[in-house]
């Protein structure tokens, strides 16, 4: 196989983040040597999350063995993982805020035509539901568990408990037409063609607040093996809550 080198679109504070708790996780576990030092780990993490890399370009590119990379990147994303926010956490957060904005994006995942449950209907393909919170400043404070990708947003928020914690901390939420029928705190656009006028400004206004929310859940899948993933679906969520943190970590 050949072998190139690359760049990574993140700063260096990224990887002095993961390396530090890479060396945190190392010193808990008592390690006492691994094939690559801690901040060749962090960096072929980086790579795997930021730029999709396999398994086996990273190995070959590295000159490790293929588990010796799934060892490092299972055991940096459970690390990470454990670092995300909770929902009260990032409720907590919120509550300085003026509002919220609420959004879904389904996951692209490698299934068949047989896993229907992981179908979404609304965008014609397998994947996982994920839910996410954007501040006003357009940061991510939280995002949720993966859900089968059949799950609809309004019903994927109450399962998560998002309503319930908007209502519980008074807090006002902007969403999309999808989430009609959440609650009087959550404020979508009118739905329908002939609207009368103060409506379509209405729709006007809320869209622009809510191009804020579309614009984090898009810099999110900047990193792009949440474009595709094709591991276990089990595996899903913590890989989430691993691109958050080291997402909030860059930006």
Known sequence: MLVYPSSIDLSSRTLRYLTGQRGVRRREIGTRWRRLAAGRQALLVLAHLRCGDTYAQLAAGFGIAIATVYRSVRESVDVLAALAPTLDEAMTTARTKAFVILD??????????????????????????????????????????????????????????????????????????????????VRVPFRGRRLKRWKRRHNTTHAKIRCVGEQAMAALKGWRLLRKLRCSTNRITDIVKAVLVLHRTSA
């Open 104 to 185: 879904g994006t389904l996951l692209p995942i490698d299934r068949i035509a047989a896993d229907s449950p992981y179908y979404s209907g609304k965008h014609k393909r397998h994947g996982m539901n994920v839910q996410a919170l954007t501040d006003p400043f357009g940061r991510l404070p939280w995002a949720s568990p993966a859900l089968p990708g059949s799950t609809h947003d309004p019903t994927a928020a109450r399962t998560h408990g998002i309503i319930d914690a908007l209502a519980h901390a008074g807090l006002k939420c902007w969403a999309d037409k999808a989430y009609q029928g959440a609650g009087r705190l």
